[in-house]
C-alpha cells in the first residue's frame, strides 16, 4: 500500500481519498436499504411481509404444493389471521369456554382455578375429571382432594348438587345439551322442548321400501312454493309415495355395459360396477352364486376400479343382524379372492341420523327401519371390511319436515330441513368415527327432478347444492354420488340434467363449485338419454361412474 501511495501524484492520491468519502456517505446507505436477495431483473418486494390474509382475497390453496391435484379441496376453518385469538379464547380460564360450550363430551378434564392454556401447561390448583352417567349428570371427582359432584347444564345454566342424582333418564325439560345434534353416545339423545313433532305424524308408509339399485322412494321432485314465491330454496310438494314399490333396474346386458366401459375408460372415468347382491343371497344359493360370478367376471376388466355389492343395506329384506353380517362376510370373502385388488364398496341408508336430537323423529324412523339404526349399521361397517361407504343422503325430507329442532343459528325451534337433516347427519358419521373404517361418502337423491326441465333457478339450486353437497363436504364427506340420471321410481322418471342431456341451473351451479374429482354420477345402461354418449356429457363435471350390472 506504502509503495502504491509513493507512485501516484498527489492530485491523484487527493481524488482517491474525495472518491472514497462519496461511496462511504451515498452508495453504502443506498445498498443498506436494498431487498435482501433482490435478483436483478425483477420487481422489488416490500420488506416487510405479510401474513395471510383471507379477507384480501388469498386462498389456501396457495399454500398447497404446486402439484396438488385439482380434486384437492380446501377451505380456510379459520382465517391465518385469526387462528391465534381462536386459540386464545378456548385456551383461556382453564378451557372455561370449552366447557360452557354445549354439548359437552361424554370425558372431560378441567382446571381447579382460572388458568389460560393458551401459555401454561398445567392447571392452577389441580384437575376435575367429570364423565358422564346414563341420567345425564356429569359425576366430576376432583382429584387433589377426591371430593365428587354432580353437575349438569339446565337452558344453559349450570346445576351442582353434592348427592348423587336419580337414576332415571332426564325429563325433556332437564337436557344435558341445548344444541340439536347427537353425539357418539349409544343412548339416544334426549329430546328437548323444541322437538315436539308439528303435528305427530302418521306413518302409513312404514312398509316403505328402497329398490336395490338406489332408487329414492322419498327424494322428492323440487318444485317452487307457490306460497313463498320468493324463497330461494323450492319446497319439496311433490314426492314418490310409498304405497307403490319403486322399479328396479333391469339386469344389464354383457355387450352394452362393455360400450359403456369403453366409453368411460375414453374419457379417463374411474369405473364401478354395480349390483346389489343381497337379493340374491335371501334368494338362495344358486341364485347368490350365479349373481356373484357374473360380477366377477364383469369386474376383471383392468379399467374396473372396483364393484359396489350392495346398496340400502338391510333397509328391507333381511330378519336379523346376525343374518345381515353372514351376507357381509360370505359376499367380501368371494370378491376379495376372486378380485384381488379391486376395491370393494356397500351403499347404507340409516334414516335416524338426519333428525338431529328429535326423539319424536328417531323413534319413528328407527320403527320404520329397524335393522337399519345407527347401532346395527355401525356393527355391519366393522364386520364388512369394506374400503367404501356411501351413505344415502336426500332421502325422507318429507318425515324429517314433521319434527322439529333447535336451529343452531337462531336458537329458535325450527323443521328439519334439508340443510339441517345433512348437517346432522355427518356431525353423527363424524362422532360415529366411521371414516376410520373405509372411505365415506353421500349417494345424494335430493337433485333429481321428475320434469323434463329443473325447475330450479341458478339461485335456488345453488342453496340447494350448498344445503346438501357443501355441508356434507365441510363435515367430512370424501365423495358425492349422484342419482338420478333417467332413473325410475313410483312410476316416474327421474333426471339430473334436463331431458336429452340439456344443461340446466343445477348442473351449471353444480359443475362451477370446482368439485369435479369428488363427484360421481350413477348410470343404468338400459335407461339412458343416448345410449354411452351419456358418460361423455357427465365427463365433464364428474370423475367417476357407478354402471349398473
Same mark, same amino acid.
Given at each position: 500500500m506504502? &509503495?502504491?501511495?509513493?507512485?501516484?501524484?498527489?492530485?491523484e492520491r487527493r481524488f482517491a481519498a474525495a472518491g472514497t468519502l462519496i461511496t462511504l456517505l451515498v452508495l453504502v446507505p443506498v445498498v443498506a436499504v436494498a431487498d435482501p436477495g433482490l435478483v436483478p431483473g425483477t420487481p422489488a418486494q416490500s420488506a416487510t411481509e405479510q401474513a395471510v390474509g383471507a379477507e384480501r382475497g388469498d386462498s389456501c390453496r396457495d399454500t398447497l $404444493? =404446486? /402439484?396438488? $391435484?385439482?380434486y384437492v379441496v380446501c377451505r380456510w376453518l379459520t382465517p391465518p389471521q385469526d387462528a391465534a385469538a381462536v386459540a386464545a379464547f378456548w385456551g383461556a380460564d382453564g378451557g372455561a369456554n370449552l366447557e360452557q360450550a354445549q354439548p359437552l363430551p361424554a370425558q372431560y378434564m378441567r382446571c381447579n382455578r382460572k388458568t389460560d392454556l393458551s401459555t401454561s401447561t398445567a392447571?392452577?390448583?389441580g384437575?376435575? *375429571?367429570?364423565? %358422564?352417567? +346414563?341420567? !345425564?349428570? *356429569? %359425576?366430576?371427582? /376432583?382429584?387433589?382432594?377426591?371430593?365428587?359432584? *354432580?353437575?349438569? *347444564?339446565?337452558?344453559?345454566?349450570? %346445576?351442582? &348438587?353434592?348427592? +348423587?342424582p336419580p337414576s332415571a333418564t332426564p325429563s325433556p325439560s332437564t337436557t344435558t345439551s341445548s344444541t340439536m345434534w347427537p353425539t357418539s353416545s349409544p343412548t339416544p339423545s334426549s329430546p328437548d322442548t323444541a322437538s315436539t313433532p308439528l303435528p305427530t305424524p302418521t306413518l302409513s308408509n312404514e312398509t316403505e321400501t328402497l329398490p336395490p339399485d338406489g332408487n329414492p322412494s322419498d327424494a322428492g321432485t323440487p318444485t317452487t312454493d307457490v306460497t313463498t314465491p320468493s324463497s330461494s330454496v323450492p319446497t319439496m310438494t311433490a314426492e314418490p309415495t310409498a304405497s307403490t314399490t319403486p322399479t328396479a333396474p333391469e339386469p344389464g346386458n354383457g355387450a352394452a355395459d362393455r360400450d359403456f366401459i369403453a366409453t368411460a375408460k375414453k374419457a379417463h372415468l374411474r369405473i364401478w360396477l354395480e349390483s346389489d347382491l343381497a337379493n340374491d343371497y335371501l334368494a338362495g344359493d344358486t341364485a347368490f352364486t350365479s349373481a356373484l360370478q357374473q360380477l366377477v367376471t364383469d369386474a376383471k376388466r383392468t379399467d374396473v376400479t372396483g364393484v359396489k355389492f350392495a346398496d340400502n343395506l338391510a333397509y328391507t329384506g333381511f330378519s336379523t343382524e346376525q343374518q345381515v353380517i353372514r351376507f357381509l362376510n360370505r359376499a367380501t370373502q368371494a370378491l376379495r379372492a376372486a378380485l384381488p385388488g379391486k376395491r370393494l364398496a356397500i351403499g347404507v341408508v340409516v334414516p335416524e341420523l338426519g333428525?338431529?336430537?328429535? %326423539? $319424536?323423529?328417531?323413534? =319413528?324412523?328407527?320403527?320404520? @327401519? +329397524?335393522?337399519v339404526t345407527k347401532q346395527h349399521v355401525n356393527r355391519y361397517l366393522k364386520a364388512a371390511g369394506v374400503d367404501r361407504v356411501e351413505v344415502a343422503g336426500g332421502l325422507f325430507g318429507r318425515t324429517y319436515r314433521q319434527y322439529q329442532v333447535t336451529d343452531p343459528k337462531t336458537g329458535k325451534p325450527t323443521s328439519i330441513t334439508p340443510a339441517l337433516a345433512t348437517r346432522a347427519q355427518w356431525m353423527s358419521?363424524?362422532?360415529?368415527?366411521?371414516?376410520?373404517? =373405509? &372411505?365415506?361418502?353421500?349417494?345424494?337423491? !335430493?337433485?333429481?327432478?321428475?320434469?323434463d326441465t329443473s325447475p330450479w333457478t341458478t339461485a335456488q339450486a345453488t342453496a340447494q347444492i350448498e344445503a346438501r353437497i357443501g355441508t356434507a363436504i365441510g363435515l367430512g364427506a370424501s365423495t358425492i354420488t349422484l342419482w338420478g340420471h333417467k332413473a325410475t321410481a313410483d312410476? &316416474?322418471?327421474y333426471r339430473l340434467l334436463n331431458a336429452g342431456l340439456g344443461d340446466n341451473p343445477m348442473w351449471s351451479a353444480l359443475t362451477g363449485q370446482g368439485l369435479r374429482g369428488r363427484l360421481a354420477v350413477v348410470?343404468? +345402461?338400459?335407461?339412458?338419454?343416448?345410449?354411452? @354418449?351419456?358418460i361423455v356429457h357427465y365427463a365433464e363435471g364428474v370423475s367417476e361412474i357407478f354402471i349398473l350390472t
Open positions: 506504502r &509503495q502504491f501511495l509513493g507512485s501516484i501524484t498527489r492530485r $404444493p =404446486a /402439484d396438488t $391435484p385439482d392447571c392452577k390448583g384437575t376435575t *375429571y367429570c364423565r %358422564q352417567l +346414563p341420567s !345425564g349428570w *356429569y %359425576q366430576c371427582t /376432583d382429584e387433589t382432594n377426591s371430593k365428587v359432584t *354432580y353437575e349438569r *347444564y339446565v337452558n344453559g345454566k349450570k %346445576q351442582v &348438587q353434592s348427592t +348423587p333428525c338431529g336430537n328429535s %326423539q $319424536p323423529c328417531i323413534t =319413528a324412523l328407527r320403527k320404520r @327401519a +329397524p335393522l358419521i363424524k362422532a360415529l368415527e366411521w371414516d376410520t373404517l =373405509a &372411505q365415506i361418502g353421500i349417494r345424494e337423491y !335430493g337433485l333429481a327432478h321428475t320434469a312410476g &316416474q322418471t348410470i343404468n +345402461p338400459t335407461s339412458t338419454e343416448r345410449g354411452a @354418449a351419456d
